[in-house]
């Protein structure tokens, strides 16, 4: 758990008035009451499994606030449905094991392959090599670096300061009003579409590692600086291709591992399907 995560864990057990937080526990009869509903109690150690079982999330007391309310209005519903005997419907036990065992087969699937799949850098690279023909680029794409300040003026001052050898990152991080300014202008790669009309129409025609001259917008007066072009029918790099390749080769890995797994279990559990008695069903020709 991150450094901030730990913080917000300890930042809810004083908010809860709490003395500590123990350790994950689960349901954990010495962790102290957080909040009652009818029978059933929600625990410290509970709020810490929600909080390490969230690692995406940065947790607040909102959320914290909002879980608890969810928990016992939850409970409280369950609890007069169960009264009831809603449970014992035979509908609702039919659709409770068929939930169950579908949370018990994906669980047993990850288990089974999932965690066990690993794809190698090497493995990727070699992939590409092999078919790097099926990854045509189908747009540009522009490595721009941006600076936009509001005046003419000021955009021929600033890039003559440019000329002159002063760096752009640095200028963009001090004097830019675009969004880019905490990143040096620096865009990465972006489609001609992704920026404002007047600076996608001068991309084209902008030679590489040299400052525009001030391009004018509703925004105000860009320069652009691209640092690299790829061109549409091109071959992708590796780079642009790799969380693609990964996928592909994680989704093959994993549907060959199903398939022996399958005939595995088969060989050792008798299964038997008479499809003649599909005659018998009443479907649509």
Known sequence: MSQKKIANA???????????????????????????????????????VFIMDNPGLEISKTQIANYIERWSEKELIYQAAVTDEFDKHPDIQKKVNELKKDFIVAA?????????ISVS??????????????????????????????????????????LNGEDFETLAREQSLDASKENGGKLGWVMPNALPDPVATR??????????????????????????????????????VKDLIEWRIRAKTRE???KNLLKQLQEHY????????????????
């Open 10 to 48: 300890a930042l809810l057990c004083i908010a809860l008035g709490l003395v500590s937080c123990g350790e994950r526990g689960g349901n954990n009869n010495d962790s102290p009451v957080v909040v009652s509903s009818g029978k059933e109690k929600l625990h410290v150690s509970d709020l810490n």
């Open 108 to 116: 047993y699937l990850h288990e089974k392959i999932d965690s066990q």
């Open 121 to 162: 850098n090497k493995e990727m690279e070699a992939y590409y090599k092999e078919k790097s023909s099926e990854f045509i680029r189908e747009h540009d794409f522009y490595n721009v670096q941006l600076l936009l300040v509001e005046s003419s003026a000021e955009a021929y001052r600033v890039r003559r300061s440019l």
């Open 203 to 240: 991309l084209a025609s902008l030679s590489i590692n040299t400052v525009s001259t001030p391009i004018r917008t509703s925004l105000g007066y860009y320069l652009v600086l691209v640092l690299g072009v790829r061109k549409k029918g091109e071959e992708q790099t590796f780079e642009e």
């Open 256 to 258: 060959d591992t199903y």
């Open 270 to 285: 008798r299964v038997e399907i008479n499809w003649n008695y599909l005659d018998s069903l009443n479907l649509e020709r």
